[in-house]
Every structure is written in structure tokens, then in C-alpha cells.
């Protein structure tokens, strides 16, 4: 009976439904993180009867045919990159982006990640890192005993040196943009990879050809949004037990074929 | 004297596809753009016995069998995602995508970008505009589609939008005979050619759920259930009466 396998797909499309949601929930806060959704496809037709079918030599043909499905499939989790909205942090390097992009971060192997999690820090040798103390790219180094440090919409920062009264420029903090963002691979800790899908990075500056601009003790928040996850939590729960009596009422009517037998 | 098994089995097995389809529409409750099919039913008739061995006329016997299945092109609900590449269609039209096998439908608008810049569907296939696939520059951004299906964007620095292409909506004269290919996708027989559409609307951020609707679907999936366990039933019965007859009528008595 194929009705139960049928809902058996539909029953493990839901439980990876409920996974993907309750990810989002769990990174409702988690800085610069971006929801996913699960998106299904039905599975392949057995065409019983075919559709269009010659039914007599004078060329009528079968209004209808009889397609039996054989249930669904997740085709993806594609990655929602919708911006989120800002929070103020009054921390100097805070930053967040708005608009299109990604910081760049290079990883102790040398490799390059991104990412949207603008919350960076000073690690002892006075450069701007990420919360894994890796270095934001390109590498720029505070140095010590300067302040007021600024950040501009273009990612330049600037600072006082000390028996100085005019700024100085240290560097300028770059971002990268991909022509398919939802294409890239996420490793964790916020980070993303490129990948074959997402296309090759592209380095630039902020505010400028479409470039976000980037916005100095500011986080970008999760784009998560609670009511939208909750009812898509609800929908997803009751699709898996109708699923699941789809299997005890099949289980009922090979039951009741087995019953003849005596 | 077999009538009752075999039309009972006609029945059962008509029953299970039945079922089948049930557990098909009840599996992609949640798949975007997903239409539900519903059983029809035809009597099929077929004399018992030859009319000479009856005084009276011998009836015709009356088996079940499934003439098709008919997709339900109702509407789906929409909903609100935000997300700039998410069309929902407000009518009756299809998108047209490419894929190895040519030229396909679908309804479920959860497109994407893939690494060439081209707007594809969620399994990686072009979606066709008016003039081929759709292709974004590696600057763009702010994606707009109009109602029309015009997709426009903001290149780089510009402030002033750029026709990105039109995405092509098609609809079908009979729609049902449209071939379910899975994956989201129909494909078009012999006889139903793709017509232009320029009734139906594109909804930038929407997408359409699934139309099943699943409280028809579990009391259809119950009556199913219920048939089944009455034929088996009925069945059993006939097959007690067998028995009885057997039993009683080669009781030779001693």
C-alpha cells in the first residue's frame, strides 16, 4: 500500500520542517543571523491512466488521467537575506551593514569567511577581530593609547592619536557581495563560506555601487520574526499529525484485509 | 457465485488509490504552489453469465473502476514572506521555467539567484522571461516585480531603475490536461498549448500554500477508511455463506 510510505515522506518533510523553524527560534537574538525556511516539492507521478491518451480511433482523447503521487521532498533551506533591523549598542566597534554585503574575515588557515555580525573587538596587538579573534579584512590596527574612534558609512576609522588634535585615518574596514548571498555556506559562529553556488566574492567598498553603508555602534539583529515562526510551528505540527493518521488509517485498511484470513 | 469477491475487489483496489491520492495531498500540505487531485469514479459493467442459462434476464454486474484523477486549480492561500524574489500568481497564469527536458509550468513561486546571476526556481532551473532566462548583475539590488511580472532593479549607484526582463505567465485552455511531473513542475501534452497570460497578476513577497484543504482531506481519508473495512466486512460475510453452504450441503448423513 503505498499510501504509507506516501505519508511517511510527509511525516519526515514536517520533522525537518520543525528542525529549520526551530533553528530560527533558538537564533532570534543571535547577532546578524538570518532565517531559513524549508522549501518541499512533490515527489514523482505514476500516470495510471495518462492524461490526453488517445480513447477511441477517432481521436478522442482522455479528458483526465489518474496520476497517483508518490509524496514530497525538501528541495532546499534556502537562506532568507532580508536586512534586519538595527539596535543601538554604544559600542565603538559595533558596526552593522545596511544594505547589500558582508565583512570579511580571515580564519587561522588563511581562508577567507563572511559574515554580517558587525560586533568586533581589539585583540592585544591593537587589531579589529571578530569574536573568535579573527581579523577583519583588511587588517587594521588601532594604536594604542589613541581615541576616539570613529567608523564611517564607507568603513574608513579614524582615531586622535595622543598630542594630536586632528584625526587620523588607520584603515578602511572592505565588504564583499555575492550575486546569489543565499547560496552561501553556513560553518556556524555567524560565519558563512563561499561556495560554487553563491558565485565568487566580490571585494568593495561601502556605500558605493551598491554597497551597503555601514553604520558605527550599531548590531544588526536577527531577521527573525517570532509570529511568523510560531504559526509556521503550528502549521507544521498539525500537517505531521494528519500525516500520521494518514498512516494508522492505512494501517487499518491493510488490517482489515488481513482480518479475511482465518 | 463469485460476483461479490470480485466486485468487492474491484472496489478495494479502487479504494487504495484512492488512499493513495489522500496521502499524496495530506504529504504536500506544505508544498508552495502544490494543487490537490481528487478520485473519480466509473461503473464498469460486464454481463455475469450467458442470458440462455437464466429464465429471467440475467443483470449485469457493475465493478468499480478509477477513470482519473482531476487536479483542483483553485487558488491557494497566499502568504506574506517579505522576501523580494517570493511571487505569488493571482489567477490562473503559470510561470514558464527551463529545464533539461524543455519547457515546464509551475506555480510555486519561491525563486532564487543562482551563481550566474539568473533567476531560478528552488531546484536550480532558469525562469523564463519574455525573452529567455532572467539575469541580474552582480551590482544589483532591490529587486522589484511588478503585478505585470516586470522586474526591475537598481543597478550600482543609479537611482534610477533598470528592466532586468518580464517574467512570462502562461495559461492553458484545459488545464487539465496538464501532466504532474513532480517536483512543482506540469508539463503540457499534446493539444493544450501554452497561451499567453495577461489577465493574471504577479504578488512580489508572497508566495501561494498549498491548496489542499486538509480538514476534506482527513473526513475523505476516514470515508476511505470506512468503505474499505465495510467491503472487507462484506467479504468475510460471503465467504461465511461459502462455508455454511459447503458444509451443510455435503453433510452426508450417516
Same mark, same amino acid.
Given at each position: 500500500?503505498?499510501?504509507?510510505?506516501?505519508a511517511a515522506t510527509g511525516m519526515a518533510a514536517q520533522e525537518l520542517n520543525v528542525q529549520v523553524i526551530s533553528n530560527n527560534i533558538a537564533n532570534m537574538r543571535t547577532t546578524g543571523y538570518k532565517?531559513? #525556511?524549508?522549501?518541499?516539492?512533490?515527489?514523482?507521478? %505514476?500516470?495510471? #491512466? #495518462?492524461?490526453?491518451?488517445?480513447?477511441?480511433?477517432?481521436g478522442t482523447v482522455l479528458p483526465v488521467g489518474v496520476d497517483i503521487g508518490g509524496g514530497v521532498k525538501t528541495v532546499g533551506t534556502p537562506r532568507l537575506m532580508s536586512q534586519g533591523t538595527l539596535a543601538q549598542t554604544g559600542n565603538d566597534l559595533d558596526i552593522a551593514i545596511r544594505g547589500e554585503g558582508f565583512f570579511k574575515i580571515q580564519?587561522?588557515?588563511?581562508t577567507f569567511t563572511y559574515t554580517r555580525d558587525g560586533s568586533f573587538q581589539m585583540d592585544a596587538?591593537?587589531? +579589529? +577581530?571578530?569574536? *573568535?579573534?579573527?581579523? /577583519?579584512?583588511?587588517?587594521i590596527t588601532i594604536p594604542q593609547n589613541s581615541s576616539g574612534l570613529a567608523i564611517n558609512a564607507q568603513g574608513q576609522v579614524t582615531v586622535t592619536l595622543p598630542g594630536s588634535t586632528t584625526p587620523t585615518t588607520v584603515g578602511q574596514i572592505g565588504l564583499t557581495r555575492f550575486i546569489n548571498k543565499a547560496g552561501l555556506q553556513p560553518i556556524g559562529d555567524n560565519l558563512f563560506t563561499d561556495t560554487p553556488a553563491s558565485?565568487?566574492?566580490?571585494?568593495?567598498?561601502?556605500? /558605493?555601487?551598491?554597497?551597503?553603508?555601514? *553604520?558605527?555602534?550599531?548590531?544588526?539583529?536577527?531577521? /527573525?520574526?517570532? /509570529?511568523?515562526?510560531?504559526? %509556521?510551528?503550528i502549521a507544521a505540527q498539525r500537517a505531521y499529525e494528519m500525516n500520521a493518521k494518514v498512516v494508522s488509517a492505512a494501517d487499518q485498511m491493510l488490517q482489515s484485509t488481513s482480518a479475511l484470513f482465518r | 457465485m463469485e460476483n461479490t469477491l470480485l466486485v468487492g475487489l474491484s472496489r @478495494?483496489?479502487?479504494?487504495?488509490? @484512492?488512499?493513495?491520492?489522500?496521502?499524496n495531498n495530506v504529504a504536500n500540505v506544505t508544498t508552495n504552489g502544490y494543487k490537490a487531485d481528487k478520485s473519480l469514479f466509473a461503473e464498469y459493467l460486464k454481463s455475469g453469465a450467458h442470458e440462455d442459462n437464466f429464465v429471467g434476464k440475467d443483470r449485469a454486474v457493475s465493478y468499480v473502476l478509477d477513470s482519473g484523477t482531476f487536479k483542483d486549480f483553485s487558488q491557494g492561500p497566499t502568504e506574506l514572506t517579505k522576501n523580494p524574489l517570493d511571487v505569488a500568481i493571482d489567477g490562473a497564469g503559470f510561470l514558464v521555467v527551463q529545464t533539461p527536458a524543455g519547457e515546464r509550468y509551475t506555480r510555486d513561486g519561491g525563486l532564487q539567484i543562482n551563481n550566474q546571476g539568473q533567476l531560478v526556481t528552488a531546484a536550480g532551473d532558469q525562469v523564463l522571461g519574455g525573452s529567455g532566462p532572467i539575469v541580474f548583475q552582480p551590482t544589483d539590488h532591490d529587486v522589484s516585480i511588478a503585478a505585470d511580472g516586470n522586474i526591475t532593479v537598481l543597478e550600482g549607484i543609479n537611482r534610477i531603475d533598470s528592466v532586468?526582463?518580464?517574467?512570462?505567465?502562461?495559461?492553458?485552455? @484545459?488545464a487539465q490536461a496538464l501532466l504532474k511531473e513532480g517536483s512543482n513542475l506540469?508539463?503540457?501534452?499534446?493539444g493544450t498549448a501554452a497561451q499567453p497570460d495577461i489577465v493574471s497578476k504577479v504578488r512580489q513577497g508572497f508566495v501561494e500554500k498549498s491548496n489542499v484543504n486538509s480538514v476534506a482531506e482527513m473526513s475523505r481519508m476516514i470515508e476511505v477508511t470506512r468503505a474499505y473495512t465495510q467491503i472487507s466486512t462484506l467479504l468475510q460475510q460471503q465467504s461465511d455463506l461459502h462455508k455454511t453452504a459447503i458444509e451443510k450441503l455435503a453433510d452426508v448423513p450417516a
Open positions: 500500500m503505498r499510501a504509507l510510505y506516501t532565517k531559513q #525556511r524549508a522549501a518541499f516539492q512533490d515527489l514523482i507521478y %505514476d500516470h495510471v #491512466r #495518462r492524461v490526453g491518451a488517445q480513447a477511441s480511433d477517432q580564519m587561522p588557515d588563511g596587538t591593537g587589531r +579589529v +577581530v571578530n569574536a *573568535q579573534g579573527n581579523p /577583519v579584512q583588511p587588517t558565485g565568487a566574492p566580490q571585494d568593495g567598498i561601502a556605500n /558605493v555601487d551598491g554597497y551597503g553603508d555601514m *553604520q558605527q555602534s550599531n548590531l544588526e539583529q536577527a531577521n /527573525v520574526e517570532a /509570529v511568523s515562526e510560531i504559526s %509556521d510551528l | @478495494q483496489m479502487v479504494l487504495e488509490r @484512492q488512499m493513495d491520492v489522500v496521502a532586468r526582463g518580464k517574467l512570462r505567465l502562461v495559461s492553458f485552455a @484545459q506540469y508539463s503540457a501534452g499534446t
